[in-house]
């Protein structure tokens, strides 16, 4: 907002703030006498809810904007308020906290007394402190470049990185944080399919567990029929599932529904969604070497007998076999040990696929009736009902195929710790594994949808943050905002993630490195993390992986041979252990450091405080009582 003279949206739906409350009640409990940090209030609807609800000890309201004053004198000027106010200079971003920092300092509205660097409380949750507030006061700001950057994912960015830092108001350790975002902030933070996964995801999830307390509806288009796709998308069953596991989590810690209030489902609502019926990948069903052996030549066999199914290339080097007759559905439930994947990719075809569907769906619609359809051919929508497109079948093959290898390296992994010499078996999976890569001409992508998701949702630790979520966002409607503008509460958690190497870097430190080298890995985001550590710097991969046990751990979200693990697919845990490498391996490149100079990092000390970049100028606290 450049001026005061446009209003940015807010929430004004007092049944929606009372229904939030009440439904967050039980995860509230301790926060009930402590301090609130309250960013941007705007009119403070949503600050008098929380205040009386909560009922804090101090309650500073940053507003910047002096259209809103009048509300905020209010609040302040009541008899015996225990609220506060403070205007960041002029021209300064309420987002810049390196420009207040001193409100946290002894004798500020706020006091964060410093904790010792070794001190574990840096490491835990800080109830003491609950930040509230809105993110949408400025919707893009420059970059050096000509670059543009959303304001708010710019702010959260920084505030949710503070956490490990212990930096701002995470002095005495990170704190929890409930803030309105726009609409389009919640699908880069809470992802629904792998594929979409981000380095602003995976750097928020090793700062803060993410989830949604209110929005109003999904960001993404919907189809206008039963087959018409914008963009491939995880399967329904999948959602359905995680509903079911996030029902479960609200019972056991007490959280209701308010009454009159709906939930927003996950899942979809325009295809027969149905719970997965198959198996898990991760699921264990040998317990020796001569099983795991004897698994892996069935389903090398398998494979050499069905790898030329519904194959054939055409004139234009595609396959010919794409049309929807050439695989019944009964059929590759025969042919598949991971049957979910057939409904999942009946659901969700490929892109060519989904092209010929929509043309024949235009010319369906032409006919006068089905009568004038060419002789022999199957009515449309009854051929979407019992079969698959050749391509979409070998797809889905390839899926089963892989899923298999992949359970068989998490036999391989147990039994290597068991004692066993699995190097022989390693040797011969990662060779199947290559197989399916170099045979495979279209489709790849649809392919490793299929397959990550299967591994991201049945992992013992899910890797998408949605899929982690502790409750259901209650359903909000767009009049509960004004001016219209949907907006999203975002619950932001601390993971109290540890990061320091004892002896070379505190948390400071090393979470400057993390984040340089996570933003950089994430520049190869679709490739393998082998070939992304070779381009940081020579034997990077080879040295590093070794050092990170969870990369080879298919149980954890690794692979027995790391060249199959994607950028994409990197879990907290896997960045952790890494960046902890980084700084006990001796052979870093002269100059390696330049991964911080873009963001002011410091890598050659222990770290400093919020004091050594913070500019001189002071902001008061304006005492609008008098």
């Not at 002096?66 to 905020?72: I, K, L, Y």
């Not at 049309?323 to 999942?344: G, K």
Request: aromatic share 8%; proline share 6%.
């Amino acid at each position: 907002m450049k001026d005061g003279s446009v209003r940015p949206p807010e929430v004004v739906g007092e049944r929606l703030m009372d229904d939030i409350l009440e439904y967050l009640a039980p995860t509230l409990e301790r926060y009930k006498g402590c301090a609130i940090f309250d960013l941007c209030p705007g009119t403070c609807l949503w600050s008098r809810k929380v205040h009386d609800f909560l009922k804090p000890t101090t309650h500073l309201l940053v507003e910047p904007d002096a259209q809103f004053h009048e509300h905020v004198h209010e609040l302040v000027s009541q008899p015996g308020s225990s609220y506060k106010h403070i205007a960041p200079p002029r021209g300064v971003l309420p987002y810049c906290f390196d420009q207040f920092h001193h409100v946290f300092d002894e004798g500020g509205p706020i006091p964060r007394p410093r904790l010792a660097s070794n001190d574990p409380g840096l490491l835990e949750t800080d109830y003491s402190l609950l930040v509230i507030g809105s993110l949408n006061r400025r919707d893009t700001f420059h970059m050096n470049g000509g670059k543009t950057r959303s304001g708010s994912l710019w702010a959260t960015d920084m505030m949710c990185w503070s956490a490990l830092e212990n930096k701002h108001m995470h002095r005495r350790g990170p704190v929890r944080m409930l803030l309105w975002a726009p609409e389009q902030d919640r699908l880069v933070y809470l992802p629904e399919w792998i594929i979409k996964r981000t380095e602003k995801e995976a750097t928020i999830s090793l700062a803060m567990n993410v989830q949604a307390v209110a929005e109003v509806g999904s960001v993404k288009k919907k189809r206008a029929n039963s087959y018409e796709w914008n963009s491939p998308a995880r399967w329904s069953g999948f959602d359905l599932a995680s509903e079911e596991r996030v029902s479960r989590r609200m019972s056991q810690i007490n959280m209701r529904v308010p009454e009159g209030r709906s939930i927003r489902h996950m899942s979809r609502t325009d295809v027969d969604r149905q719970m997965p019926k198959g198996k898990s990948p991760y699921e264990v069903c040998y317990e020796s070497v001569e099983e795991v052996e004897s698994a892996l030549a069935d389903l090398v066999q398998h494979w050499n007998e069905h790898k030329s199914r519904y194959t054939g290339v055409g004139a234009s080097g595609l396959a010919k076999g794409v049309s929807r007759r050439d695989a019944t559905l009964e059929e590759l439930y025969s042919l598949v040990t991971f049957s979910d994947l057939v409904d999942a990719m009946h659901e969700n075809p490929c892109k060519l696929s989904r092209s010929a569907i929509r043309k024949e769906e235009a010319l369906k619609e032409e006919m006068d009736d089905e009568a004038e359809a060419p002789k022999g051919a199957v009515p449309v929508k009854s051929a979407q009902k019992t079969h698959m497109r050749g391509i979409d079948a070998r797809i889905t093959l390839r899926a089963d195929a892989a899923l298999r290898a992949f359970n068989l390296e998490v036999h391989c992994k147990i039994l290597e710790e068991q004692g066993h010499d699995i190097s022989s078996l390693t040797q011969r999976i990662t060779q199947f594994h290559d197989e399916l890569i170099e045979t495979t001409s279209y489709g790849l992508e649809d392919w490793e949808r299929l397959v990550e998701d299967w591994m991201s949702f049945y992992a013992p630790t899910p890797l998408l943050a949605i899929d982690k979520r502790q409750y259901e966002p209650l359903k909000a409607n767009p009049e509960d905002f004004w001016p219209a503008q949907n907006l999203d509460l975002l619950d932001f958690t601390p993971t109290n993630c540890d990061l320091t190497v004892p002896g070379l870097a505190n948390q400071i430190k090393a979470a400057g490195a993390c984040r340089d080298l996570l933003n950089y890995l994430f520049l190869f985001r679709k490739q393998s993390i082998t070939l992304a550590l070779e381009k940081l710097a020579p034997n990077a991969a080879s040295d590093l992986i070794c050092q990170v046990p969870a990369m080879t751990d298919p149980r954890r979200g690794g692979r027995l041979d790391p060249k199959f693990l994607k950028v994409r697919q990197l879990t907290s845990e896997m960045l952790q252990g890494l960046t902890k490498a980084w700084f006990e391996w001796p052979f870093k490149p002269e100059g390696w450091e330049f991964l911080g100079i873009a963001r002011g990092g410091d890598y050659s000390g222990g770290g400093g405080s919020d004091d050594d970049n913070a500019a001189a100028a002071v902001p008061g606290v304006v005492d609008d009582s008098g």
